[in-house]
């Protein structure tokens, strides 16, 4: 079942922008452009892509906060914008940069808000309370004013905020921004429970590269509001041109090594690094350095992903 | 998976749903200011003795004469009253609402959509206080002293019509400040407006309409429906003439002039969500 449909969904912003002392000039920034996919009920899909790529609007347009310019969308479905508060119950959303929290009030509190302005039966409500304390160590923070919370903590108390009624697809807008290493793992240990132990539909932006992997089948990104690449993680590495890089250690410094199909990209005294296409077989290349150079000991890098997507940000046109 | 969705819902079940989510967020508000308590006593007997200020420049012009525009004092208290109470109560309803630039640009607007209660209802209560109390309190009381002193034959039709003003008054102020304050939706800046509107407004309304020209009394009653909240009425009540000579009619008709305002102030919010652009991150 698709949870989540886009059919050409564009959002323009008018910026005026002054020009010269008295005259303002209108542009028009497409934030997001002709973006179409689909999100079928229960996956984990990563959302990435540079600064200003077009990802917190597109979730705003998800979750009905933004009205797009142009295009179709669909959540659990309701049209977003038009039906916004129905929505708001089918769905979850943590903001990274920003809390749902009461800032003067103990976390309890926010929780028991929740409640009912969600109108959580009071069973359920106890039930995904009790859970979220446990899978999160949120219990001796609940009687804690929020503004007293660490921002680990806090981001906790977000997720938690965002579950208690049971909403069919959870956004995450940078849900590990700012957190360290512990606090990453442990959001993440909880997502997963989320998505594959309670089946909650889940699409998540971030600029972590490892959330992606240790969470996502899939993933998304998108560059100048226009998708750029939707699969696989593994599939990244073909579309992204990736190379794979050959260390080679001979028996004394030399000049940059000739063979074909790989390129010398950087020489160390006695050391090399030849770059060749990652999907291209290292074995003709290592026979080929063998066979013309005293070869003593060599490694296979395989790319890294951050690479990959670097390369890829880099090679789309400006438009 | 469990929903509770429940089929489409009805005007009133929306309204009735509008008027809890405010409570609920009121009264969060209330419990957030809890832990500043001990400010709590003294910024409302500071908040009535600022506003009381108003009444007493209106008491010490009397000491010279008698009359001002043709109006005794007690007749000055009712406008005093009247508009005061209506602002007061307004102020304390949905004043936050003239926030609402600041909302956009923390980026907290963003948070009251996502969640499935009304946005409006949400920001109106944003920081809800009871100290807000004292502008309406101090006024009832002007009231109070006023309508025993004033020389006026309590009939049934005026108490009627007083009781009616001070809920229509409301409901305009109110459309006014949620109006004004639509305003930030596009310009960052128009709070000043609005307040302009509002507590600008009032101040207008606590002196009789014949002491301003022809052309601003009919600016406030066929423009900003102002001249509604209490003018138009108190000419009835007080049995004067118009100045401006209009058919008695408009004396009553201050409950169709909040509808209207209620109403151009509900397009122009949704218009304003609409368009709105979100904090930029
Ligand atoms: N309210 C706004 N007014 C004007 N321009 C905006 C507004 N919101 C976003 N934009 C522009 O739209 C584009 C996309 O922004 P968006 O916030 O969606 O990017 P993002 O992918 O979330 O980036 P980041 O990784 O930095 O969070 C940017 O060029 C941004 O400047
Ligand atoms: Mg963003």
Known sequence: MALIELEDVARTFTIRAKVGRL??????????????????????VGYIGPNGAGKSTTIKMLTGILVPSAGRLRVAGVDPARERTRLARRIGVVFGQRTTLWWDLPLRDSYELARRIYRIPDARYRANLDRCVELLELGPLLDTPVRQLSLGQRMRGDLAAALLHDPQVLYLDEPTIGLDVVSKVRVREFLREINTGAGTTVLLTTHDLTDIEQLCGRVMVIDHG???????????????????TLVVDLAGPSAPIEVPGARVVKVDGARQWLAFPAEDSAAPIVAAVAAGYPLLDLSVREPAIEDVIARMYAKVPIG | MAEYLGERESGVERLRWAVRSWQLTAAMWTRAAMAYRASF????????????????????????????????????????????????TADLLVGSVDSLGERIRAGTLDVML????????????????????????????????????????????????????????????????????????????????QNSFTYGGATLLHYPPTVFAKELVAGVTFGLPLAFVNWLPLLHILGKPDPLGLPAAFQFASPLAAAGSVLVAGVAWRAGLRAYRGAGN
């Not at chain 1, 005259?23 to 984990?44: I, K, M, N």
Request: proline share 2%.
């Open chain 2, 41 to 88: 006593a003294l910024m409302l007997v500071a908040n009535v003795l600022i506003t009381s200020l108003d009444f007493v420049v209106v008491v010490l012009m009397f000491q010279h004469t008698d009359r001002l525009g043709g109006w005794t004092l007690p007749e000055l208290g009712l406008l005093y009253g009247t508009s005061a109470f209506a602002l007061g």
């Open chain 1, 226 to 244: 226009r998708m750029v690449y939707d699969g696989g993680l593994d599939g990244l590495h073909a579309t992204g041109q990736s190379e794979r």
């Open chain 2, 114 to 193: 996502i969640r499935p209660a009304p946005a409006l209802s949400q920001v109106c209560a944003e920081r809800f206080s009871l100290r807000r109390l004292g502008r309406p309190a101090q006024a009832t009381a002007v009231l109070a002293w006023s309508v025993s002193a004033v020389r006026v034959d309590w009939t049934w039709d005026r108490v009627l019509l007083l009781a009616a003003l001070l809920v229509s008054g409301t409901v305009i102020f109110s459309a006014l400040f949620i109006g004004g304050a639509t305003l930030q939706f596009w310009w960052g800046e128009a709070k000043e407006l």
């Open chain 1, 23 to 44: 005259r303002r000039e209108r542009r028009e920034v497409r934030a997001v452009d002709g973006l179409s996919f689909t999100v079928q009920a229960g996956e984990c």
